[in-house]
């Protein structure tokens, strides 16, 4: 599929009188169609149907270069499959996408697909963990959101276990940055990680939670 046949199909399903207000709401700035999300669901289910892997990963990368909100979120979309083989392209554009990141909605999604190939092939640990250490905040948040998965493994393997206690020391050092974002990822993951395991949360909280601002603690915290 040509990018232009994909971006005029995004178009032909917008309500264009809705991108005023996208475009507030969200506030990076691109353009934005007004195509619900819905219909980016339903044609990005239909072009991962018909597509083969490699014209695929062409057209997410397409999209994604057009710098418009949805084309964005279906880049993601093309490319959020829990099995891929071989998938060391489809790992390769999503990580490059993280620099990019500038906000909450791409970001998640973008995430999303590439918390898949984590949870393939758990040695992208080591690439994660770069952006812990990032200065942009979306980069230091795409750690925690795209390591969530573990957070929701009830019977973790040793090697997922060993993963989550990695990603538990990276959220102990995210617990002094001020950051709204930030203390709210540490807290999605800490709450997730409290159906499972938590006891592991208590203990967390009880080492780290003085040092989180009271929202998070408290949202850390909620379901245990």
Known sequence: MRIDAALG???AAADPGRAPEMAAYHKAKRVYLGTPNPAINDLTRDWRAALPLEERVALAEALWQSDIHEARIAAAKLLTQARIRPDAAVWALIAGWVPQ?????????????????VMADLSRMDRVEEWTVSPDLWVRRA???MTLPLAKLSFPKPAERE?????????????PDRDWF???????WLRDLSKHDPDRV?????AHGAGMKSFARKEAARLL
């Open 9 to 11: 199909a995004l178009r």
């Open 101 to 117: 990141f500038d906000g909450w909605a791409v970001a998640d999604q973008a995430c999303s697909a590439g918390a898949r190939r």
């Open 143 to 145: 750690a925690l959101v």
């Open 163 to 175: 993963a989550r206690e990695r990603v538990l020391g990276w959220a102990a050092g995210y617990v």
């Open 182 to 188: 930030i203390q709210k990822a540490v807290a999605w």
């Open 202 to 206: 208590r203990a967390f909280l009880d």
